[in-house]
């Protein structure tokens, strides 16, 4: 018998197995871990006997150790379908881009006819006595920020899963499909301080360094602080990119702080706002009360509801993209809005 940590997916047993004399035998066994991080293994018990069970002897195997657990790739293999439409997307966008003009300057040079008045740079005239004109070029990539919410209430558990577990998974997903895309990927996981940060980059290299952050992204107990998370984004992306806000909303009569430090940066950047639903909520909300009691929960959770439904309408009407989403489904709807954001070129 091993001695694993806790697992809701795994039951400790004894396993068997036939060594014959001088010979060697294995045996096998699943192991899906808990949790993500680092995790330890601790030591192996094993108990042989003799062939006509005559005697019986106990062995302790010293063999602990710690492993690294990281999210679960199987469910980002799933939606490979995305990167053949970010493809054709990107293909298009190209088109379009080839027949117009991008907007990151590249060059001066020598004013040609035809060229637009407006992009005529003064000084540059004046210093040479001639018309010179500026040159762009097309938008290579974009800023990407992940940024997961690991307070308090990312740690409800649906399914044997924590809703932090399904924002990691939609992370490496659009972490993967971003960084295909030839965006740049950063990452910024908070708490009450910021736990986890990687400056935007691009490439395998990229891809390698969010893993391994995301391995050891762990939910905490208190509340998050989001209004620093908000200041350190706002201080360490200075260009307007796109910040992709993986949360949940508070159930309290004030408006939840997170709301107002998303509200924070939408002057400067495109915000996609995730909040992970409560789906046993809007099915109570549902359900046609048959007394007194069912129908003081049918109110309270349609009040619940709708508040939701208020407080993110408060933030669409500012720009933001607010979507509600059920756990299971959040990496999909994340794909979905990072697509939608690319194709109609938002960025």
Request: overall charge positive; glycine content about 6%.
């Amino acid at each position: 018998m091993d001695e694993l940590a806790p697992s809701p997916w795994h039951r400790l047993t004894w396993l068997n197995l036939i060594a014959r004399a001088g010979g060697i035998a294995s045996v096998e066994q699943k192991f899906v871990p808990g949790e993500r991080g680092d995790i330890p293994l601790g030591r192996v018990y094993l108990r042989y006997r003799s062939v006509l069970d005559l005697a019986e002897r106990w062995v302790v195997a010293d063999l602990r150790q710690t492993v690294r657990v990281y999210p679960n790739f199987e469910h980002a293999g799933k939606h490979s379908v995305y990167l053949a439409r970010s493809r054709q997307i990107e293909l298009q966008m190209r088109l379009m881009r080839l027949r117009g003009s991008g907007s990151d300057f590249e060059s001066l040079r020598e004013y040609r006819e035809g060229d637009e008045i407006r992009n005529i740079c003064w000084t540059a005239t004046a210093r040479r006595g001639k018309a010179v004109t500026k040159t762009f070029r097309v938008e290579r990539s974009q800023a990407v920020w992940l940024t997961l919410d690991c307070g308090r209430l990312m740690r409800t558990r649906l399914e044997g899963y924590s809703k932090l577990d399904r924002a990691v998974d939609a992370a490496l997903c659009l972490s993967q499909l971003a960084l295909y895309s030839g965006d740049r990927v950063g990452l910024l996981a908070y708490g009450r301080a910021i736990n986890q940060r990687v400056l935007p980059g691009r490439g395998a290299a990229q891809l390698r360094h969010i893993v391994e952050q995301l391995a050891v992204v762990r939910s905490e107990v208190p509340e998050a602080d989001h209004i620093r998370a908000a200041a350190t984004l706002l201080s360490l992306q200075r260009q307007r990119g796109l910040i992709l806000w993986i949360t949940d909303l508070a159930e309290t009569a004030m408006t939840p702080e997170v709301i107002d430090a998303a509200g924070q940066l939408l002057s400067r950047h495109l915000v996609i706002f995730i909040v992970i639903a409560q789906p046993e909520v809007k099915r109570q909300a549902a359900v046609a009360p048959g007394n007194p009691q069912q129908m003081y929960e049918a109110v309270a959770t349609q009040e619940v509801v709708f508040r939701r439904e208020l407080l993110l309408g408060r933030l669409r009407e500012h720009g933001a993209l607010c979507v509600e989403v059920a756990p299971h489904q959040l990496s999909a709807a994340v794909l979905n809005q990072y697509l939608s954001v690319k194709e109609r070129n938002l960025i």
